[in-house]
């Protein structure tokens, strides 16, 4: 009776077979990794770059322009020759046209090396262009009833005015008689400020005590204000503060400031208690006041007008209910993101308030 077994024959030729196949397809895959070297064209039949910004990844880096700017062109000619000069500035003022022989007093402020933009919260546009001839060469956003803040959220993205080393965000009711824009921005560089306004005539009455101009310094950034406002290090409002009316920002301050203002909160009350995050600490040396141009606040409510009798309230009274609101819940977002975030990190939340109280 036989037994049945393997030919040691068969089983080499079995081993011989898997050999071969184990060398062929290694020599295949080298073969492809090295053709694929050689010749990416070949295997790469679309682009996708994660490194580019959000919604690019299929373009090319070379031809993505993340960034623009506010720089009038014209329709005709060569585009590359379109600029015989570049502005490193930009100022805008949110206006109504009662106030237009202000706007062309503090217009006339500010040389050629400023890209200047007007929002109107009346409607009225082209009205300027009839009084005014500086009025034909600049900027005008025309949304009614709308604050400056609100402007400034939708219109000047950080990308958009990427080109401009420092952003003055001003309102109508200023007088500039004693201020000299190119002198400001000659005072902020030389004192390092990324954040700041110019001084504001005492006589003429100032809500905060740190933005009254004082004679014989250039800048200054601190002041006293009630003992308990007052903490050390230094913070607002006697540090580290400047008011909305007539803040300017650097480049990258404002980045972070644009991301600060909330969509619904169009007052911007309470912001001002809160710039000095978006500067390097100590932030109290990189925020103050210049003292050598100064202007005056005139205190015109022009917003008032704007607002809608309620409730047996006048407009202005809605107005400015809705700003001490917006304050309070500027106040509550800020302080319950910050103590969400030390959370996350399972780490207690240190005392870094943005109110007063």
């Not at 020759?81 to 062309?104: A, C, M, S, W």
């Not at 006589?203 to 905060?208: A, Q, S």
Request: aromatic share 12%; charged share 30%; glycine share 6%.
């Amino acid at each position: 009776m036989g037994i049945l077994s393997r030919s040691p024959t068969h089983s080499r030729r079995s081993e011989d077979n898997g050999m071969k196949l184990l060398a062929t397809v290694l020599f295949a895959t080298a073969f492809g990794i090295l053709l694929g070297l050689s010749f990416p064209s070949l295997w790469i039949t679309k682009i996708w770059v994660p490194s580019n910004p959000k919604g690019a990844e299929r373009l090319p880096p070379g031809i993505i322009a993340s960034e623009s700017d506010l720089y009038l062109r014209r329709l005709w000619g060569n585009p590359e020759e379109d600029l015989k000069k570049k502005p490193r500035y930009l100022v805008t003022f949110t206006v109504g046209y009662k106030q237009r022989h202000n706007i062309d007093a503090c217009v006339k402020k500010f040389s050629d090396n400023f890209t200047i933009v007007l929002f109107h919260y009346d409607g009225i546009t082209s009205e300027w262009d009839d009084e005014f001839e500086w009025s034909k060469n600049v900027i005008h956003i025309s949304v009614k009833k709308q604050t400056k803040w609100w402007y400034a959220k939708r219109f000047l993205h950080p990308d958009i005015v990427a080109r401009y080393d420092y952003i003055f965000i001003w309102d109508e009711d200023l007088g500039v008689d004693h201020f000299d824009a190119e002198e400001y921005i000659h005072m902020v560089k030389k004192h390092g400020l990324e954040i700041s306004q110019p001084g504001l005539d005492p006589e003429k009455g100032c809500t905060w005590k740190i933005t009254k101009r004082r004679e014989h310094v250039e800048v200054h950034k601190e002041t006293d204000e009630k003992l308990e406002w007052c903490s050390n290090p230094p913070r607002p409002p006697c540090a580290a503060f400047v008011e909305i009316m007539a803040p300017v920002f650097s480049r990258d301050a404002w980045r972070c400031v644009w991301h600060m203002i909330q969509n619904d909160l169009v007052h911007g009350w309470g912001l001002d208690f809160a710039l000095r995050r978006c500067v390097e600490e100590p932030a109290y040396e990189k925020i103050g006041i210049v003292d050598t141009q100064w202007i005056v606040h005139q205190f015109i409510p022009s917003l008032g007008s704007q607002g809608k009798e309620e409730d047996g309230k006048s407009p202005l009274q809605g107005v400015k209910d809705r700003c001490h609101m917006e304050w309070k819940m500027f106040e509550r977002r800020v302080d319950e993101a910050e103590k969400e975030y030390y959370k996350s990190l399972q780490v207690q939340t240190p005392s870094n308030s943005t109110t007063l109280h």
